[in-house]
């Protein structure tokens, strides 16, 4: 044989590698990487199946209790009018976690570790810590809303209740003990059941389905009333969250898929129907809330509803029906328990992924949670239930703010053949 011949896969993938500043060292999330098996054998419908579970974990962060209170501001406030922003930002969403799977199966990589290969040093490490600054924002979201939910069901004090949401570590810690698939069902039961919540309680509601179909066209209102845009802003940055890019680039090589070409379209596929699917049901779940809350207070006259509490103390005697409050509390609670594992997945993989550091799940969800206790604590305790709500739509500006540096990243790793290969 030609010693100057060498096989095509191995050209490809030091050509592959030569396009990344280092060549990708050890995945994140290690403990589940490729732990999920793909049969090369079955049905077609059977290897879909295979990778369902990743899209559900991502679209919890599409309806966190930021979106919540973002929804129901804006449901309140402006009616149906911001439905179109909820449809805009999911699309935008599917878009780009349909390109987080192409980095990662094209790749190899997740977002995090493709930032710390693609960028020089000074350019990494402030991708890093706005990364870091979303994740803080969505678990201060998550201690507010868990808090709230709590409080809502079981009468637990507002200031107890955020610092019982460190204990929620544990539940993430035995999902983890027992499997990545068990961590998915978990996801997809809460899921269930949030949905069946809202539903029963748009029955209630009876909204006009005429003004709810409008309210999916455009409106340029929105970039002429400052409140509304304000608004915009909060459903844009709750519904296309920067932490999901980064988890969703990770979770899905938690399926072992294979590594040639054939075996990587055919994951890309699966991975892109798994998230899409999963997106519209979130869509669904968001759209409702907003509904919900403009026939529930919009049409009733209370055009500044931003507190959960006060939401969820307003649906008994609007909606005539004393179950509607225990729903609601109810879906939010799981909303709250959801995002805490996804939120604690993601900072896993932004801090080995951008720095190679693994800390044990519980030391890095602790780390990630003490800071956000801090605002969250200090409002409660400082101004009680009355400006919780603003702080969660301030996250979600917040995170709206974060966004574009991790979708610059992400379109332009993914728009780039040689880091992709083939």
Same mark, same amino acid.
């Given at each position: 044989m030609d010693a100057r011949a060498e096989p095509s896969s191995a050209a490809s993938e030091r050509s592959h590698q030569g396009t990344w500043r280092s060549p990708a060292k050890d995945p994140s999330l290690?403990? #589940?990487? +490729?732990? *999920? +098996? #793909? %049969? =090369? &054998? =079955? !049905? %077609?419908?059977r290897r879909l199946a295979a990778f369902f579970g990743p899209g559900y974990m991502v679209a919890v962060g599409y309806m966190d209790p930021g979106n919540w209170a973002t929804s129901i501001a804006g449901g309140s406030k402006f009616g149906y009018a911001l439905l179109f922003v909820a449809l805009l930002s999911n699309i935008m969403a599917i878009v780009l976690q349909s390109l987080c799977a192409r980095l990662a199966i094209g790749s190899g990589r997740d977002l995090a570790q493709a930032c710390r290969d693609g960028y020089p040093q000074w350019a990494a490490y402030p991708l890093w810590l706005f990364a870091e600054i979303a994740i803080i924002a969505t678990d201060v979201a998550e201690v507010i809303g868990t808090a709230i939910g709590l409080n809502l069901l079981f009468g637990v004090p507002l200031e107890i209740g955020v610092l019982l949401t460190a204990l929620d570590v544990f539940v993430v810690l035995l999902l983890q003990r027992l499997g990545f698939r068990y961590l998915e069902a978990f996801i997809i039961a809460m899921l269930g059941v949030i949905a069946i919540c809202f539903a029963v309680q748009i029955a209630m509601a009876d909204p006009q389905w005429g003004a709810v179909i409008r309210g999916f066209a455009p409106t340029t209102e929105i970039l002429k009333n400052p409140e509304m845009l304000y608004l915009a802003l909060g459903i844009i940055g709750a !519904? *296309?969250?920067? &932490?999901?890019?980064y988890l969703h680039s990770a979770i899905v090589q938690t399926r072992d898929y294979g590594t040639t070409r054939e075996q990587k379209q055919e994951a890309l596929k699966f991975a892109t129907i798994d998230s899409t699917l999963a997106l519209c049901l979130a869509l669904l779940i968001n759209a409702s809330i907003l509904i919900l809350a403009a026939a529930a207070f919009y049409t009733a006259g209370k055009t500044n509803v931003v507190e959960l509490s006060e939401a969820q103390s307003l649906l008994h005697p609007l909606l005539g029906s004393a179950i509607a409050p225990t729903l609601f509390g109810i879906a939010l609670l799981c909303c709250g328990l959801n995002s805490t594992v996804t939120a604690t997945l993601a900072g896993q993989t932004v801090m080995e992924g951008f720095l190679h550091i693994r800390l044990a799940p519980w030391i890095r969800r602790m780390i990630t949670r003490s800071v956000a206790l801090l605002p969250a604590a200090g409002v409660t305790l400082l101004y009680g239930e009355a400006e919780t709500g603003k702080l969660l739509i301030l996250t979600q500006v917040v995170l709206s703010l974060q966004l574009p540096f991790a979708v610059i990243p992400l379109v332009q790793f993914t728009a780039s053949r040689g880091k992709l290969g083939d």
């Amino acid at each position: 044989m030609d010693a100057r011949a060498e096989p095509s896969s191995a050209a490809s993938e030091r050509s592959h590698q030569g396009t990344w500043r280092s060549p990708a060292k050890d995945p994140s999330l290690s403990d #589940v990487f +490729r732990t *999920v +098996r #793909v %049969s =090369g &054998h =079955g !049905t %077609s419908w059977r290897r879909l199946a295979a990778f369902f579970g990743p899209g559900y974990m991502v679209a919890v962060g599409y309806m966190d209790p930021g979106n919540w209170a973002t929804s129901i501001a804006g449901g309140s406030k402006f009616g149906y009018a911001l439905l179109f922003v909820a449809l805009l930002s999911n699309i935008m969403a599917i878009v780009l976690q349909s390109l987080c799977a192409r980095l990662a199966i094209g790749s190899g990589r997740d977002l995090a570790q493709a930032c710390r290969d693609g960028y020089p040093q000074w350019a990494a490490y402030p991708l890093w810590l706005f990364a870091e600054i979303a994740i803080i924002a969505t678990d201060v979201a998550e201690v507010i809303g868990t808090a709230i939910g709590l409080n809502l069901l079981f009468g637990v004090p507002l200031e107890i209740g955020v610092l019982l949401t460190a204990l929620d570590v544990f539940v993430v810690l035995l999902l983890q003990r027992l499997g990545f698939r068990y961590l998915e069902a978990f996801i997809i039961a809460m899921l269930g059941v949030i949905a069946i919540c809202f539903a029963v309680q748009i029955a209630m509601a009876d909204p006009q389905w005429g003004a709810v179909i409008r309210g999916f066209a455009p409106t340029t209102e929105i970039l002429k009333n400052p409140e509304m845009l304000y608004l915009a802003l909060g459903i844009i940055g709750a !519904t *296309v969250m920067p &932490h999901n890019l980064y988890l969703h680039s990770a979770i899905v090589q938690t399926r072992d898929y294979g590594t040639t070409r054939e075996q990587k379209q055919e994951a890309l596929k699966f991975a892109t129907i798994d998230s899409t699917l999963a997106l519209c049901l979130a869509l669904l779940i968001n759209a409702s809330i907003l509904i919900l809350a403009a026939a529930a207070f919009y049409t009733a006259g209370k055009t500044n509803v931003v507190e959960l509490s006060e939401a969820q103390s307003l649906l008994h005697p609007l909606l005539g029906s004393a179950i509607a409050p225990t729903l609601f509390g109810i879906a939010l609670l799981c909303c709250g328990l959801n995002s805490t594992v996804t939120a604690t997945l993601a900072g896993q993989t932004v801090m080995e992924g951008f720095l190679h550091i693994r800390l044990a799940p519980w030391i890095r969800r602790m780390i990630t949670r003490s800071v956000a206790l801090l605002p969250a604590a200090g409002v409660t305790l400082l101004y009680g239930e009355a400006e919780t709500g603003k702080l969660l739509i301030l996250t979600q500006v917040v995170l709206s703010l974060q966004l574009p540096f991790a979708v610059i990243p992400l379109v332009q790793f993914t728009a780039s053949r040689g880091k992709l290969g083939d």
